[in-house]
């Protein structure tokens, strides 16, 4: 599907060259990066920006199901789940595979509990998780069984996406269960999980396991039929829009932040998630997952829900991983040539263009790199603590040796450890 890469590297001469790839092998120890054909491909244009085009070539498929739509008064809607999982395996006889991100066990623990409502302290929540995972994850396997499918639950957290040891281990175990036909329902591990591991939500869980995964495309059922100009449980007249070419600030500010009384996402947690996926080169849709039939038309490309169109290059898995996985550790500033070489023309970052560094630092630390503006423009893992950096920062790189005692790279940070955003 996509074209193994061409390595260019901006050194000048073979010594550099060798200290680049001694770098690269440094930040594998550090952070564990084992590379596989997949993490080596280059950003490569995207097959379609339409609907009909992506489902027609679309292989693998991730189904976000939100706990509005998967709960009701009395516990766990498994009319819908049965349902949905009917559909799934409509889509799956045609040679899609299809990965599940299931909201809904804390729900189903409130329910089951008796609670009025969704706790606020963190331990009643983790303990109605406890209670809840056990009645989804059986709900869904029955409901899948009914058409001989068979379903496996994976429990992930923050921290087994951004280690990239254990990155690369859950994208094994996953394909590994699509190689032997099993359909991966993966829900985020709220019975251990804590603010610094915390994915945030069953949103960022959906958009990082469809980067993580390489899908084609990522289905987010919800209670509302898609995206609004404005909140229609507000404004009678707010107009769904079909589709969203760029999401700007006023559209983040109209999808409010309003969570619903069951879940922790509302509609903004979905445009940010859309968002970091269309900087991927991945489209998402967010539709009503209580209408009938709701997958089926969305895969045989009816105009429901909201289809944000992707980007027009899309990442690979690595720098995916790079992106939008890791914690940054600091900033590094650059100026407006900086940015032009590193946003337009693909360049590793030079000592020449760096105007600032914020925060302290080590050498192969994940670092934000920023535009004059102040707006992040990538990440990357750098060639130099931030103390080595602010001395040859302004400077060519053939200075750098005077000014440190020796010159291992040419780059602060080199173009293969640099994702743009």
């Known amino acids: 599907m996509f074209n193994k890469s061409d390595r260019v590297f901006s050194m000048n001469d073979d010594t550099n060259k060798t200290a680049q790839m001694h770098n690269n092998n440094y930040i594998d120890q550090t952070f564990q990066m084992n590379h596989n054909s997949s993490d080596n491909r280059d950003s490569v244009p995207t097959t379609g920006n339409d609907r009909a085009s992506i489902f ?14 998967l709960t009701r008064n009395h516990g766990l809607n498994t009319d819908v789940i049965n349902e949905t999982s009917h559909q799934i395996d409509l889509l799956r006889q045609n040679g899609t ?12 623990g409130v329910k089951k509990i008796g609670l009025e409502r969704r706790p606020d302290g963190i331990p009643a929540r983790q303990a109605a998780a406890a209670v809840g995972q056990a009645g989804l994850i059986l709900a869904w396997e029955n409901a899948f069984s009914r058409s001989g499918n068979k379903v496996a639950q994976l429990l992930l957290t923050k921290d087994d996406l951004s280690h990239r040891k254990r990155y690369l281990n859950a994208r094994n175990t996953l394909n590994q269960l699509l190689a032997w036909n099993i359909i991966p329902i993966i829900n985020e591990n709220d019975t251990v999980v804590f603010e610094e591991i915390k994915l945030g939500d069953n949103d960022n869980l959906a958009a990082m396991i469809t980067l ?3 899908a084609d495309i990522l289905i987010n059922l919800t209670d509302i039929d898609g995206l609004y100009d404005k909140d229609p449980r507000i404004h009678p007249d707010a107009v769904l829009l079909s589709s969203v070419h760029s999401i700007t600030s006023e559209m983040e500010d109209a999808a409010g932040g309003i969570p619903g009384n069951l879940g922790t996402g509302g509609m903004l947690s979905k445009v940010r998630a859309a968002k970091k996926l269309s900087k991927a080169g991945i489209p998402m849709i967010v539709a009503g997952g209580l209408n009938p039939d709701i997958i089926t038309d969305i895969v045989s490309g009816k105009e ?14 690595r720098k995916c991983w790079i992106a939008f996985n890791l914690k940054s550790e600091g900033s590094i500033m650059v100026d407006k040539g900086a940015e032009d070489a590193l946003v337009k023309k693909g360049k590793s970052l030079l000592p020449i263009g760096i105007t600032n560094v914020i925060d302290d630092f080590g050498m192969g630390a994940s670092v934000d790199i920023c535009s004059a503006k102040g707006t992040v423009i990538g990440r990357g893992f750098v060639n130099y603590s931030s103390s080595d950096i602010r001395k040859i920062m302004g400077l060519k790189s053939d200075k750098i040796g005077q000014v440190l005692g020796s010159k291992p790279f040419d780059d602060v940070i080199h173009r293969d450890n640099l994702a743009i955003t």
Do not use: E
Request: glycine fraction near 12%; charged fraction near 20%; aromatic fraction near 4%.
């Open 56 to 69: 027609k070539h679309a292989k693998r498929v991730v189904v976000k199901i939100g706990s509005g739509v």
């Open 97 to 108: 595979q299809v990965i599940i991100i299931s909201s809904g066990a804390i729900a189903s």
């Open 212 to 214: 993580l995964m390489d």
């Open 304 to 317: 429901k829900g909201t289809f944000f169109v992707p980007g027009k290059k899309r990442l690979n898995s």
